[in-house]
């Protein structure tokens, strides 16, 4: 690929104007309190811009299109959820969750069902959880790295990685609310004006070789001669003859020239093979994603399994969001439950606002770069459509703009995932001094470098969809029928995390597996949520209901806390109790004397 | 202080009548500085932030220290009194009135939203007519599922918003009377 200076100084940008906000505003935020919870001075508004920013991960920039790209309108479906999980997250959860005083999931744990048990086993599901969202985020990042510069795979991961625990341990919760609000904006722009750009190219004519319509029952195209390097092995199908030239090996035996495909049976190329193929060969495609183009523009073409697949995803994603640490975490910072709503409105503005953009990237990268359907790599789309749309320095700049919202989102996805699990593993496992934190944010940060260089790769809109459907089968359960039942109870909750929590994992590891034995899983394994998340239910509340000695005692005195309306003066100020307010911290630091 | 039934606080909590009107009401404690100087079980947030502190402020200043906040103790302290009395309009609260309708309210607008979203991909599949309409070239299909949802969901929830926070409203000028 080629070198493209304009995407690596956008990098650059990104990644030193971001760690600079964070230092600016990192010089004021020297005390445990400051550090976690952002002094509470932040505006609905901006918290508003700050929890999309850091919401909108590298699944919606990269991975929607990328999914788009190779499976169609069926793929529409994750930004819908994606948005949806916010809503419910509203309904359910924000004004009492906020009225609470949880700061993160194990407090509400506790406060709820006053069980430290069970606290300890929430804080394990929220660092799993945390953990598995950032793999997806630094694998899109090394292959962002990797297309722009001759980097491998795994050094963009770890790059990103370390700019992010650094930015982190330097400024904590206060440096990343600014840092997220900006990078929100920044996010939106980079996405949105390739999107109007190439629209505007698309209408004038379509790109420098025109385009093959979408609609017409039959694979892609390529427009132009292209060349494709096989990095990692894959299986390939084709629907109809097909006339290429391999050098390297294929199909189990050496390949050096012109070769012949027939449609009968798939083929497999090993990695470092390059394929050659002349304008207008159509398009083979890996082997599990959609081969004509009627059946990628149409929903609901496939099969009854893909039908339950998309259910499947509904559930993980409508009721994942509330599950998510680095979501409740930035509900802290508002000042009330009332105020925790209208935040959370904001938000649905500004998230269906930027996913209005990788839908139309992702329908153009199909008549554009359809050669990404060969490798796999499909979530390269908006990296790679602006110079196969605008050739020359057009293409050039755009690519750039693309690449560093790109990298904006794995920065900011993973610094609010760090801090928030960095928080839950100082205030739980470590004293939960400033020191811990910091120790937290660095010990934290191996365990997704260590799994993202040893996985293989995935299209990131799956992985999060995993991490969605774990979210939605531990914590959902528990959020919604504490804030709303009476009669939940600690061993209830415990069972239904235990049960849901584990088949989620149990499903990841049978994934994973099967991704590296050929890929034998059915559909459930890939997005178990549709079994998981009732069954996570229905255990909670059947084992809630026969144990009867495990409700806390001041049940009504909790309730009355989380619904009571604001007005009322029994929101419970978490940071107050523990550290005292403003003019109370010296003598809590100073033991009760004054100090000399 | 006035005698009305609804007092407020300076720091803008409100002290509602925890009779509902029934008994007269006990005559109201006067703010003691060194009652429950003790972190107690449930302390309410008190309402309006102390001021910002100035911005490059790296270490803790030499400052007068309150034993006991009276502004803390004495104004809530009916509220948390009310609560360990469990008196009735707490119970109302939590067991008839703002819980169930909250709720209520909630899942309304969830099953409209799982309604519309959940009948969807069922229908692209038994209808595939459906999924092949067009509209000015474009698939009515994209539309209906990569734009319209959007705000869709924007105004279920502004919708909600407004909802809840009428209810709450109403629960507090319900019990204020």
Redesign the interface.
Known sequence: MQLNPWALTGIVLVAVVVPYLGHRSS??A?STHDFLLA???VRSRRNAAAISGEYLSAASFLGIAGIVLKDG?DA??F??GF??G???L???VA?PLRRS?AYTLPDFVEMRLGSKGLRRFSTAFVVFIGILYMVPQLQGAGLTLATILPMPVWAGGAVVMVLVAFNVISGGMRAITVVQAFQYWLKLFAIAVPAFVLCMVFFAGGGPDGFRPL?AAAPPVFTTDTTVDVQTDVTLHVTSDTYLWAYGRADNGPAAGPTHWTPLAPHTVSEGTKLKFLAGTPVPVVSDSVADNASW?????GS?TD?LQ??SL?FAT?LGTMGLPHVLVRFYTN??G?AA??T??HV??L???F??FP??LG?LSRMYVPELLVTGKTDAAILRLPSAMLPGIGGQILGAVTAAGAFAAFMSSTSGLLVSVAGVVSTDVLPGRVRDFRLATGLVALFPIGLAVALRPEDISLSIGLTFALAASTFSPLLVLGI?W?KLSWPGALAGMFVGGGLVLAALVVNVMSGYTGGWAPWFVNQPALITVPIAFVTTYLVSRVTGYGRPEHV??I???L???D???????RA??RFG???????I?GRGR??K | MSDDFYEHRPNGVREPDPTLGRRPRPPRPLPQPTERAVVEPLPPAPEDEPPPKPEHHAKPKRERVILADPRRGAGTLRARVELEEQTSWGKLLVRDHLVKVQLRTALLLALLVVGVFGSLPALFYLVPGFSRLSLAGIPVAWLVLGVLPFPFLFGVGIWYNRLAERNERAFVDMIEN
């Open positions: 010089r004021s020297t002094r509470r001075t309108a529409l479906w930004p819908i948005t949806a916010y809503l419910a509203m309904l359910f004004a005083g609609g523009l149409h929903p609901g073409s009854l039908l998309t259910y509904m409508f000042p009330d009332k709503r209208r959370t409105v649905l503005l998230l269906g606002l996913y209005l839908t139309l329908a709303w009476r009504h005195d309730m009355l806390r619904h009571a309306p007005p009322l003066g029994f929101m419970r100020d107050v109790a307010q403003a003019e109370e911290k010296t003598r630091a004054h100090r």
